[in-house]
């Protein structure tokens, strides 16, 4: 079965500085890995994703996030933080061969410190 | 392009009462799912939607939830009767057809519904 562990609930970084997510993820195939923003009262929107090929995986607003088989992580990054960048992360990991289904970590609610 | 629809945004009832959701989908989306996020959870699938056949609800708990999807557009999710750890928010999300790409389609999720069951 898939899962997903987000380390930290909540992250707290000063504006301009890196933004450092961590996801751990536990697959019985090779995995599909996602990242997903959530703002306040709205639905979650897609980040970046990792299905096959190059390992660094450049996203939207800036994020990438790196595939490490060895280390089973796909931590999500961003060189320097932005006001606009406060929000909840999710990373999620597809389900095994023939299903299409998201299993979501808890997330992780990022401040961006003035 | 519109995104999802859901609709009520809020809702509040009492434990034992009866409530639905209404989702519509992206304009040509074949495939509808339905989460349940839970206040420090991050969504969990309730049933997944292939046109108007059901693909997976093994996490639907059948006994209360209700779902449908009659002319594979848009779709209802049903609660009754319901319990205070229904209190969640709901999300419904649409794909284009999960199947026939051979990989994984995007899916965009709606604003949800945020049910307070008192």
């Known amino acids: 079965a898939q899962s997903v562990t987000q380390l930290g609930s909540h992250v707290s970084v000063s504006e301009g500085a890196l933004v450092l997510l961590r996801c751990n993820y536990s697959s019985s195939v090779p995995p599909y890995l996602f990242w997903y923003v959530q703002y306040p009262n709205q639905g979650l929107q897609l980040l970046l994703k990792?299905?096959?090929?190059?390992?660094l995986v450049k996203g939207i607003n800036g994020f990438e996030a790196e595939f490490k088989k060895s280390e089973t992580s796909f931590h999500l990054t961003k060189p320097s933080a932005h006001m606009s960048d406060a929000a909840e992360y999710f990373c999620?990991?597809?389900?095994?061969?023939?299903?299409?289904?998201?299993?979501f970590g808890k997330g992780t609610k990022l401040s961006v410190i003035p | 392009e519109a995104g999802v629809a859901q609709s009520p945004r809020y809702k509040i009832i009492e434990k034992r009462q009866s409530v639905a959701f209404w989702c519509n989908p992206i304009?040509?989306?074949?495939?509808l799912y339905w989460y349940q996020q839970i206040l420090g959870q991050g969504p969990k699938l309730l049933i997944q939607f292939q046109n108007n056949g059901v693909v997976d609800d093994s996490q639907l708990p059948k006994d209360r939830f209700s779902a449908e999807r009659l002319k594979g557009v848009d779709s209802t999710l049903k609660i009754q009767p319901a319990k205070l750890e229904d209190s969640a928010v709901y999300l419904c999300?649409?794909?284009?057809?999960?199947?026939?790409?051979?990989?994984?389609?995007?899916?965009?999720f709606g604003p949800g519904t945020r049910l307070t069951v008192l």
């Open positions: 990792y299905t096959t090929g190059a390992t």
């Open positions: 304009s040509g989306h074949a495939t």
């Open positions: 999620a990991v597809k389900g095994g061969a023939g299903s299409y289904q998201l299993t």
């Open positions: 999300a649409s794909s284009l057809d999960a199947w026939t790409s051979g990989g994984y389609n995007e899916q965009f």
